[in-house]
């Protein structure tokens, strides 16, 4: 073969190189342009899902914001239905503690007499003997009804009561304190400040409350951080320990941390 042969079959051979060299840089140029591409989609993707994002996320947001108000409409609302329920109740109180036979239950006028004689009728006296009653009115005029209701086995059913008037409810409130029937007390000492030792009352006579009103008491009394928890008129009234200060609850929907702070 002569030289220029060989040299034509070189620069061939070195062509077709260069040929498949271009074919490969064609190929990954391609791929380049294609995954390209692929990644200005994916951008475009990211950012049409970040709108997407930002737009749910106010959506969750205005959601969030009227179940926020419909709980502060419901929990108004339940206020407002317990203090119409509370004040309905404030003709009533509760009893605990008189014993009542199974034919006494069953007759309306027996049971008026059971609690009027036992519970009432010594607290009137006391307001008559304090002025603030001219006379003791007869049962007939202080009750409207009283009924047992469901209580534990072997111990005395609760009584629940109407009164015809508030005002003589008021009373029997106020003076319950001083005239109410107590338990005797064992042995002769008196209080640390000299008084007398008083026992505890016979019959306990507490406000007729409504459920949500009586589980926030409940709660409120067995905290660690309060010292004394009461009721006047459906109201609850509590004292923090170490403090003499009577406060109230403004909202039984209020969270316990937030009466107590």
Known sequence: MSD???LLKTQGEHLAAQGEQLAAISTKIQKVDKIEEEVKDLRTLIVSLRDENKSLHQLVKEKDKVIE??????AGLEEKLNSVEQHHRSWGARVLNVQV???EAACPTAMIH??????????????VQSGRLDAVPPAGQVLEVAHVLPGKPGQPRPIIMRFFSRNIRSLCFQ???DFAPRDPVLGTE?????????????YPLYDDLTKPTLNKMRAISQDERVQACWTVN?????????SDQVRKVVSIQDPLDLILK
């Open 4 to 6: 220029i042969a060989r």
């Open 69 to 74: 108000d419909m709980s502060k409409s419901v």
């Open 101 to 103: 036979s199974d034919a």
């Open 114 to 127: 059971k609690v009027y004689d036992l519970v009432l009728r010594p607290i009137l006296l006391g307001a």
């Open 175 to 177: 003076f319950k304190r």
């Open 190 to 202: 008196g209080g640390r400040d000299g008084s007398e030792k008083r026992g505890r009352f016979s």
């Open 234 to 242: 459906g109201r609850i009234h509590f004292k923090i320990k170490d």
